[in-house]
């Protein structure tokens, strides 16, 4: 099936494949992109060859984010328009019943002070006069006060570039340190595609066959969000093995095991510091579809 | 009274019988049928009247149409659930609320309205930055399928299936400080005083 297939649209391959070597700007040490014309060539003779398989591997990556687990802090414009809002909406409000017991309380506590007291034509207030609202509001602060939140921002935690609970008011996106053809590189955690199983699964055991394991992630659906192609260099090109395609496929962290010490060979890195780590071409197709939202 | 009509019934009478014993003998009245023809008498020479098994049934006709009348008439339009947020409560309206209005300078309502417009700059380059995001995201995947399909037609098959254990999808949102390891949440107890409505 997939013979007939890739004889119909071969001229569209190569059209697309000399576009793309033609737009990309990989001067990566290990992967390299041949010109156009060599790359029409060969696969000219492989359509002569009549192979039943593409000339390139297939790799299933998995692109693991772990959500915001706090609200980001307010920016500057943010903070004055709430401000305004506050200011606003306390304008056009009504006196509420707590506010109207404490004027009442600061009027008889005003007429007491005053020199022309006289207690009987207050009436019966008995319950009122032991507890003011000033005192309640005075006793619901003093409980706050012993409630002690975690801290929103740890400078130590923020720094570790391998725990999970570094820079809690973004997402985070995973790297791993895996060997490609003879070079350790910080990439996306990826394995090779298995006959009979579909990409999603090879995905799935890729994020299983990490050293850090007991990450708990949805996969959200069973298509690949963005796709990497690479041609290994000339020397190492075969007849079968062009190159490699590599699909990705987005993962949301449920849960981690907070137990789980955090390992030298991953990383978490915010959309902000991928570019560091990632080889540029590489890092250009990734970088779509990491949404920063 | 009753000696009057008896007097009047007797007059009929002795009138009716005068003037048909004038007319002869063959005249039957009702009132002086002989003994001898009391069985082909008028009243009892027709068939006698089925009442029995009419009745009932009328009577059934009738007790179904009042029933029906009865049900048009119970038939009122479910009450509407009034939407409470709709509804100013009269507590609001009292006078004694109204806050003592503070006058804004010219310079801070013109402040405000100034930081009004930033404010619609500010979102709607967030709204377009969030929109070319999601229309990258977009093309990327329309690629990576494109791709998928050059590769092999079965595996973009399994690629484009939906996946049924996705949803429910839940994620608990972001908080304003995160979660302490070991907290104890005091013990509360709350009555819940909000007004069901049913129709």
Redesign the interface.
């Given at each position: 099936m997939a013979a007939p297939c890739r004889r119909v649209v071969s001229r569209p391959v190569i059209q697309f494949l000399s576009s793309f070597s033609r737009t990309a700007v990989g001067k990566t040490g290990f992967r390299q992109f041949s010109s156009s014309s060599a790359c029409r060539v060969t696969l000219q003779t492989q359509d002569v060859m009549e192979r039943a398989t593409s000339p390139y591997s297939l790799v299933a990556a998995v692109c693991l984010q772990r959500l915001p687990v706090i609200s980001a802090d307010y920016k500057p414009i943010e903070q004055q328009f709430r401000d305004m809002m506050l200011q606003m909406e306390l304008e056009k409000s009504v006196l509420s019943d707590h506010e109207l017991r404490l004027l009442e309380d600061a009027e008889r506590l005003r007429r007491k002070l005053a020199d022309d007291y006289d207690s009987d034509e207050e009436g019966s207030h008995d319950d009122q006069e032991i507890v003011l609202a000033q005192d309640l509001e005075d006793s619901w602060e003093q409980k706050l006060k012993t409630f002690q939140p975690a801290p929103r921002v740890r400078d130590d935690l923020d720094k570790n570039l391998n725990s999970v609970e570094r820079c809690l008011a973004d997402s985070l996106v995973l790297l791993a340190e895996q060997q490609v053809g003879g070079e350790k590189i910080w990439l996306l955690p990826q394995t090779q595609w298995q006959e009979g199983e579909t990409l999603r699964q090879t995905a799935e055991r890729a994020l299983a066959s990490l050293p850090a394991a007991g990450f708990k992630a949805t996969f959200l659906g069973n298509a690949p969000c963005g796709v990497y192609k690479y041609k290994l260099p000339k020397a190492a090109r075969t007849e079968n093995s062009v190159g490699t395609k590599v699909f990705f496929f987005k993962a949301i962290l449920s849960d981690s095991s907070p137990s789980t010490a955090p390992n030298k060979s991953i990383m978490w890195l915010k959309k902000s510091e991928l570019e560091r780590y990632l080889k540029p071409a590489y890092f250009m197709k990734v970088n779509r579809f990491i949404l920063n939202l | 009274m009753s000696l009057a009509l008896s007097r009047c019934l007797w007059q009929v009478l002795s009138r009716q019988t005068a003037s048909l014993s004038l007319l002869g003998e063959n005249v039957r009245s009702p009132w002086f049928a002989p003994v001898m023809t009391l069985k082909t008498s008028v009243p009892l020479s027709a068939e006698p009247k089925k009442k029995k098994r009419v009745d009932p049934r009328r009577e059934l006709i009738m007790r179904e149409r009042l029933r029906k009348k009865l049900k048009k008439l119970e038939k009122v339009p479910p009450e509407l659930i009034p939407i409470e947020d709709f509804i100013t409560s009269t507590k609001?309206l009292?006078e004694?609320?109204?806050?003592s209005?503070?006058k804004l300078s010219f310079e801070e309502s013109e402040g405000?309205a100034l930081?009004l417009k930033?404010?619609c700059r500010?979102k709607q380059e967030q709204h377009m930055a969030?929109v070319q995001?999601?229309e990258?995201?977009l093309?990327?995947?329309r690629?990576?399928?494109e791709?998928?399909r050059?590769?092999?037609?079965?595996?973009y098959q399994?690629?484009?299936?939906?996946?049924p254990l996705?949803f429910p999808?839940t994620?608990e949102g972001?908080?304003?400080?995160?979660?302490?390891?070991k907290y104890e949440a005091p013990e509360g107890k709350y009555n819940d005083i909000t007004k069901v409505y049913t129709q």
């Open positions: - | 609001c009292d004694a609320r109204t806050r209005a503070a405000r930081l930033e404010w500010y969030e995001a999601i990258s995201a093309e990327a995947q690629e990576a399928l791709e998928l050059i590769v092999s037609e079965e595996l399994a690629a484009l299936k939906p996946d996705l999808f994620h972001p908080v304003h400080t995160p979660p302490q390891a």
